[in-house]
C-alpha cells in the first residue's frame, strides 16, 4: 500500500506526495464532492434502508482548511463549509487520482 509523505495546500489545491513518488493534485471543491462520509454518500440499514446521501453533489468554493492521517489508511480533511467526517482511505484518494486523470 501506498503512503501519504508530504501533504501540502497549494492555493486551492491539495498536493499529495506519495511513498511510491506519485504526486496527486485535488481541488477542495472536488475532493468535498467525493467525501465518502455518511452524509455524502449515505448509508444503508440492514433491511436495506438508504438513509441520507441526498444533499448536494457539488461544493463550488469550498476550500480544505486542514487535515489530519487517521491511523496507518485514510486522511481526514477539514472543509470551509465545516465538513469533516469522511475518512479518505488511501486507496480512495489513489483511485480518485486516476478517475480525475
Known amino acids: 500500500?501506498?503512503?501519504?509523505?508530504?501533504?501540502?495546500?497549494?492555493?486551492?489545491?491539495?498536493a499529495i506526495g506519495w511513498s511510491d513518488g506519485m504526486e496527486t493534485y485535488f481541488q477542495g471543491d472536488e475532493l468535498r464532492a467525493a467525501s465518502p462520509s455518511a452524509e455524502n454518500i449515505g448509508e444503508r440499514d440492514i433491511l436495506g434502508?438508504?438513509?441520507?446521501?441526498?444533499?448536494?453533489?457539488?461544493?463550488?468554493?469550498?476550500?480544505?482548511?486542514?487535515?489530519?492521517i487517521v491511523g496507518n489508511y485514510a486522511v481526514r480533511?477539514?472543509?470551509?463549509?465545516?465538513?469533516?467526517?469522511?475518512?479518505?482511505?488511501?486507496?480512495?484518494l489513489r483511485d480518485l487520482a486516476e478517475r480525475h486523470r
Open 77 to 92: 480533511f477539514d472543509f470551509s463549509d465545516r465538513h469533516r467526517t469522511g475518512l479518505y482511505s488511501y486507496a480512495f
Open 49 to 68: 434502508n438508504q438513509y441520507g446521501g441526498d444533499g448536494p453533489k457539488r461544493f463550488p468554493g469550498v476550500t480544505v482548511t486542514g487535515w489530519e
Open 1 to 14: 500500500m501506498h503512503t501519504p509523505v508530504n501533504i501540502q495546500l497549494i492555493g486551492t489545491e491539495i
